[in-house]
C-alpha cells in the first residue's frame, strides 16, 4: 500500500517540478525578450551616441516685434506755403562794403608829361640820292624852328648805318625863322651858302630845307637870307632870290 503512495508522492513531485521549471522557462524567456528589446534599446541608443555629439540648440532670441507707427498726415500743400517746421527767413538789409584801406601810402604814379608832337625832316639816301622823310620830336611852341635845326644835326646813328645822310652844308646854323602868310623866312649864317658836294649838292640842301618846311599845312615856300639879307645865288650859281616851293 505504500508503494502506490510513494509512486504518487514521487509522480506529484516530479509533475511539481515539471511544472515549476515550466514555469522558469517561461520566466527565463520573458526575461530573454526583455532583455532583447533593452539590447535593442541599447543598440538604438549607441547608433545615436556614435555621431557626432548633438549641439545644444540656443534658444531663440525673441523677436522684437515693432510697434505700430502712428500714421502720419501731411499737410495739405497750398501753393506758395512755406514747410511748416522751417522759420519764415526774414530778408537781410546789405550792409555797405567798407573801402580797405590801404596798409601804407601808396606812392603817387610819376607825372606823365604830354608827347610831343611828332615832326618830319627830310634827309637824302645815299645810293638813290632821292629825299627821304624820317620823324622827330618836335617843340609844341615853337615846332617850325626844331624841325629846321634837327635837319641841320643830321642823320642819327641808325640813319648812317641804313645810308642815310643830309647833303646841308657842316656848320650852318638857323639865324631865325618866322612865318609870314603862307611863306617861311628862314635866315642862315654864312656857312649855309658853300656846298662842297658842288652844284648837286647846293640844289639837294635847298630840297632838304623846302620839303621840311613845307611838312606844316600853313607853310607853302621858304624865303631864304643870309644873315638877314636876301642874296641871288648860292655857291655853283643856284638861285635862292624868290621863295621857293616844293
Known sequence: MLLPKIKNLRL???????????????ESRESGVGSRESGTGNKEQGTVTEGKKPQAEKPATPQQTPSPKTPVKEPEKTPNAKPPDQ???????????TPAQPSSPQPSPPEVKPAEPRGSIYLIQESS??????????????????????LL?????????????????????LLSARVEGTTAVLDFNQEFRYNQHGREGCEAQIKQIVWTATEFSNIQNVQFLIEGQK???LSEGVVIRNPIGR
Open 87 to 97: 522759420p519764415e527767413k526774414k530778408p537781410q538789409t546789405e550792409k555797405p562794403a
Open 129 to 150: 640820292k632821292m629825299l627821304v622823310k624820317v620823324n622827330r620830336n618836335l617843340n609844341a611852341n615853337t615846332p617850325l624852328t626844331d624841325s629846321i635845326n634837327a
Open 12 to 26: 506529484n513531485q516530479k509533475t511539481t517540478e515539471t511544472e515549476q521549471q515550466q514555469e522558469q522557462g517561461t
Open 153 to 173: 644835326a643830321g642823320p642819327t646813328p641808325d640813319e648812317i648805318m641804313r645810308r642815310i645822310e643830309s647833303y646841308v652844308p657842316e656848320g650852318s646854323r
Open 231 to 233: 642874296v641871288d645865288f
